[in-house]
């Protein structure tokens, strides 16, 4: 359990993050999302001791951050932006340090960075410097440094950013795994990523939350009018007249022309209004010939972007 | 604190810094061992240590310069400082293993005792009383040398403002007898006579403490305006 509450960071007269609240349950995949500059590392780096809030209170598992930041660091594998790593040792040297830093007791030390290094899947490279290491691994390597110890939360910054789409995939999936047994923080640009993995988002902009959700009420709650896209040929351009033919169009947009002739429109209507039926048997009637139709649906992305505009006005 | 002092102490080994700085140290050290016996037909092994503390003061930026600054700029700091640790054992180690390579150093200059032993009768008392004067002159140019490891990410900054920092202290005393008192390699005069001076002794290990406690109130204070 996190709890952050009325949490201030300012750099002289810089708010970084402003009077920012909120929770996090046992077991929970948190996507935090916002433009660059919005907050989100200022707010991981808070959350992991790395930096203090000049204001609020933030408590790990019931240990506050401040008063107690031994035992709040204790319960917290983090995996920083950039993944810094010693580059001089191998991956079982960095892993066995990182596992001596957080205290994991002697006995049991060398079992559990095996287990970290076979669940990362680092057994074949584990010999290897990791300055020698591809960018896929380096990141991997991160992530065993945050896993070892069993810290019960973990921080994740941009991980998958600098990989390519197998290794985003790998490491995606591990996640997920990672997602049955910890609670995970993790901050992303890429929002399909979020959406896939994460079950609750927090979006920042300007310092400031401006929306805690699922993926899925996020993209609910800027949900479009009831949207179609149609490619259709047009000589005559005649869709002029469907507007009057068809009363549920509020609007009809031209999205763009295409080489063939061919042009994408956007056709507006009202809410809880199947549009396909009279699109198509009015075009048809009006000649005109639909290539392909297809219904707009919200995604994430379109959310945040609403949100964020939201913010900037 | 001590699985921080076993990473440095190995990274020493691991990278040329180790070697470069005992190897300098030793080939110098034995040029002057060589013309203090050669050339001034001498058996005192505590007199090439007054050439030794020059020979210290020019080298102990390659033991501190990256310290902390390598870890700032390469983002492994991020590690130290979200790891259960605090600042003053992360601090404390650091310096704990740059002192073991002074350690070290001292250990390997005692061969020159061995071969004088050979010829003459060299003084241990005074040869350990000696290389205790050392040690602490080692210790407290360690200490600054964390504390301007610790305000840069520049690991060559560090090394300037380390050995600008020395000089400066060394040649005080020549413009004023106020100074005198502020020259670090000054108070490790007395030692190589076999006198361990209480109020120098003293100096020295203040001098360390407060270095090693700025560089901690440097570390904690970046905290909250990093």
């Known amino acids: 359990m996190i709890e952050v509450k009325n949490v201030t960071k300012k750099y002289g007269k810089v708010v970084a993050v402003e009077d920012i609240s909120f929770s996090i349950n046992d077991g929970e995949i948190i996507g935090l999302l916002g433009p660059n500059g919005a ?18 209170e933030v408590t790990i598992e019931g240990y506050n951050t401040l008063k107690k930041p031994k035992k709040a660091k204790r319960q917290i594998g983090y995996m920083p932006e950039g993944v810094p790593l010693y580059t001089d040792l191998t991956v079982k040297e960095f892993v066995t340090y990182m596992a001596e830093l957080k205290h994991v007791d002697r006995k049991t030390r060398k079992d559990k960075v095996q287990k970290v290094i076979e669940q990362t899947g680092l057994k074949e490279v584990e010999n290897k410097l990791t300055r020698n290491l591809s960018r896929g691994y380096k990141q991997r390597v991160s992530m065993a440094g945050a896993l070892v110890g069993e810290p019960k939360i973990l921080i994740l910054d941009e991980p998958t950013v600098g990989l390519d789409p197998k290794q985003i995939t790998e490491i995606r999936n591990l996640i997920k795994e990672l997602g049955k047994t910890h609670t995970i923080i993790l901050s992303s640009h890429i929002l399909s990523e ?11 902009n300007k310092g400031k939350i401006v929306a805690i959700d699922t993926p899925e ?21 005649r869709i002029a007249n469907i507007k009057d033919k068809i009363k549920e169009i509020k609007n009809i947009d031209l999205v763009q022309e295409n080489e063939d002739g061919t042009k994408q429109y956007l056709i507006e209507a009202d809410k809880n209004v199947d549009l396909r039926k009279k699109v198509f048997s009015e075009f048809a009637k009006e000649n005109i010939t639909i290539f392909e139709m297809k219904k707009a649906d919200t995604t994430l992305e379109d959310a945040f972007m609403k949100l964020i505009e939201g913010g900037n006005k | 604190m001590w699985a921080i002092v076993k990473k440095e102490f190995k990274s020493y080994f691991l990278s040329p810094v180790g070697y470069v700085f005992i190897g300098l140290f030793l080939v110098m050290f034995s040029i002057f061992f060589y013309t203090d016996v050669f050339y001034y037909q001498s058996t005192n092994f505590e007199y090439i240590f007054y050439s030794g503390a020059t020979i210290l003061t020019f080298i102990t930026p390659i033991l501190t310069m990256r310290t902390l600054a390598e870890e700032r700029k390469s983002g492994t700091e991020q590690l130290l400082l979200t790891s259960p640790i605090s600042i003053t054992k992360i601090v404390l180690g650091k310096f704990i293993s740059a002192t073991l390579i002074v350690v070290i150093t001292e250990l390997c200059t005692f061969m020159y005792f061995g071969i004088l032993s050979f010829f003459g009768e060299p003084h241990l008392t005074t040869a350990l009383v000696t290389l205790l004067g050392f040690l602490l002159l080692a210790m407290s140019y360690i200490s600054f040398g964390l504390l301007a490891s610790s305000i840069t990410e520049n690991q060559i900054v560090a090394g300037v403002i380390t050995i600008g920092f020395f000089i400066l202290t060394w040649f ?51 905290k909250s305006v990093r």
């Open chain 1, 39 to 56: 907050g989100k590392s200022t707010t991981m780096n808070i959350l992991t001791g790395y930096i203090e809030q000049t204001s609020g």
């Open chain 1, 194 to 204: 979020v959406s896939q993995i994460c079950n609750k988002v927090i979006i920042i």
């Open chain 1, 217 to 237: 009420n996020l993209e609910n709650r800027v949900n479009k009018n009831n949207c179609l896209y149609v490619t259709v040929e047009d000589t005559e351009n």
């Open chain 2, 172 to 222: 005080l005393p020549n413009f004023s007898n106020i100074f005198t008192d502020f020259s670090l390699i000054n108070l490790f005069t007395k030692f190589p006579s076999g006198q361990i001076d209480i109020a120098d002794t003293v100096t020295f290990v203040t001098f360390t403490i407060m270095c090693i406690l700025l560089t901690i109130i440097v570390m904690q204070r970046r």
